[in-house]
């Protein structure tokens, strides 16, 4: 896609939706990296449903500890892989309280030590617990990137790499939520509903249904 297609694109997604927020529920970065960990392979809403209880007993690393695993467990159960997310909110909240002054790191490479967290929710940290502009590749945005010819890559990573590059830096801070958010309610997996896009004109997609 050529510059001046993708500055109409941003373009046209600030206009609607100047201040994209993400969907996660959270109180603190300690209870955003722990929503972040949960969502991995499920949805934001069953993780919004969980996460209310467990956080009303444990928003800080001290307290998750203390609550222990079992009742991390008891909590997260409705989300899939609830044992090894459980597990993991235990130890990355030991480690915090042992690392980190019980403090969520601002880095990357930092944040990607603890246990459940990789790039991709490393990246969503840094941008909504602490303003860092990131682009955080999930599943919409690999295939938002791919279908309309804003950053064409076969992996995770060549995805990301061009969209550091290509996503102007006005809009870098808010591209992650507006492009998941295209790709959850516009650009779906099964069948994209192309007679409401906003982008259709600039979108290189062949199979378009509109």
């Not at 001290?62 to 159960?77: N, W």
């Not at 915090?96 to 246990?115: A, G, M």
Request: glycine share 4%; aromatic share 6%.
């Amino acid at each position: 896609m050529k510059k001046d297609k993708i500055i109409a694109l941003f373009t046209r997604w600030h206009a609607v939706e100047p201040e994209p927020k993400g969907e996660l529920d959270y109180t603190n970065p300690f209870t955003l990296l722990v929503a972040v960990v949960l969502s991995a392979q499920a949805t934001d809403i069953g993780v919004n449903k969980a996460t209310p209880a467990l956080f009303a007993e444990a928003d800080t690393p001290e307290k998750m500890v203390t609550i222990g695993e079992d009742r991390i467990r008891h909590h997260i159960k409705t989300i899939g892989l609830f044992n090894s997310k459980a597990k993991n909110v235990h130890k990355l909240s030991q480690i915090l309280i042992e690392k980190h002054n019980s403090e969520v790191p601002q880095d990357r490479d930092t944040l990607i030590t603890l246990p459940g967290v990789g790039r991709k929710t490393a990246n969503v940290v840094l941008s909504m617990a602490f303003g860092i502009p990131t682009i955080a590749v999930d599943t919409h945005i690999f295939r938002v990137s791919n279908r309309t010819g804003l950053a064409k890559g076969k992996t995770v990573e060549k995805v990301e790499e061009k969209l550091e590059k290509v996503v102007p830096d006005q809009f870098k801070f808010h591209a992650h939520h507006w492009m998941i958010l295209h790709g959850r309610y516009v650009c779906k997996a099964r069948k994209p509903d192309c007679a409401n896009c906003l982008i259709y004109d600039l979108c290189s997609f062949k199979s378009k249904t509109a």
